[in-house]
T-cell receptor, first 114, second 111 residues
């Protein structure tokens, strides 16, 4: 399967620890997106990259959050000093840059902060 | 922000069609309408998208109003596997073509 891949699928961490999620997009896609979803809500946009450039960051992305896409392929999302409010599903998606492009999502990485 | 309005939930019987309405009154001429669905504990799944003309694919049909301020997703014969939250999204070209999700419509399919 050559879809969007996320790792790990589930992570339980203690408050105050750092966590990192990895996303491998569909290989020919130059755009990569990160979203966050809490229970009962729709996904919320966090940030997106075109190739290695981070083009937009949501106000939701506090200074504890950092995302990178160093070679324009895979991406990482790191959360430092986790808080219980960070518990959510973190979704990665990818697409081409063409207008009206279809965006394909991964299965998500569940984070539980205890 | 791109605002869409959808009913919170809809019920359908298995094997019957489902019509999911969506209002997107602030849409501009170059903005696409996308529909995604999300099953429990899974990432959103692309369903269909369109700009001006009605669109059909193996999953669904999309009927777009002439003024483009509303659209309807049509599932022709609902199955139990179609039970999900369906999101109508107005993708703004000027905002980097990212998806801004609203609350969606939860579709319940009764056997």
């Amino acid at each position: 399967d050559t879809g969007v891949s996320q790792d790990p699928r589930h992570k339980i961490t203690k408050r105050g620890q750092n966590v990192t999620f990895r996303c491998d997009p569909i290989s020919e896609h130059n755009r990569l997106y990160w979203y966050r979803q809490t229970l009962g809500q729709g996904p919320e946009f966090l940030t997106y990259f075109q190739n290695e450039a981070q083009l937009e960051k949501s106000r939701l992305l506090s200074d504890r959050f950092s995302a990178e896409r160093p070679k324009g392929s895979f991406s990482t999302l790191e959360i430092q000093r986790t808080e219980q409010g960070d518990s959510a599903m973190y979704l990665c998606a990818s697409s081409s840059a063409n207008p009206g492009n279809t965006i394909y999502f991964g299965e998500g990485s569940w984070l539980t902060v205890v | 922000d791109a605002k869409t309005t959808q009913p919170n939930s809809m019920e359908s019987n298995e094997e019957e069609p489902v019509h999911l309405p969506c209002n997107h009154s602030t849409i501009s001429g170059t903005d696409y309408i996308h529909w995604y669905r999300q099953l429990p504990s899974q990432g959103p799944e692309y369903v269909i998208h369109g700009l001006t003309s009605n669109v059909n694919n193996r999953m669904a049909s999309l009927a777009i109003a002439e003024d483009r301020k509303s659209s309807t997703l049509i599932l022709h014969r609902a199955t139990l596997r179609d039970a999900a939250v369906y999101y109508c999204i107005h993708m703004i070209k000027a905002a980097g073509n990212k998806l801004t999700f609203g609350g969606g419509t939860r579709v319940l399919v009764k056997p």
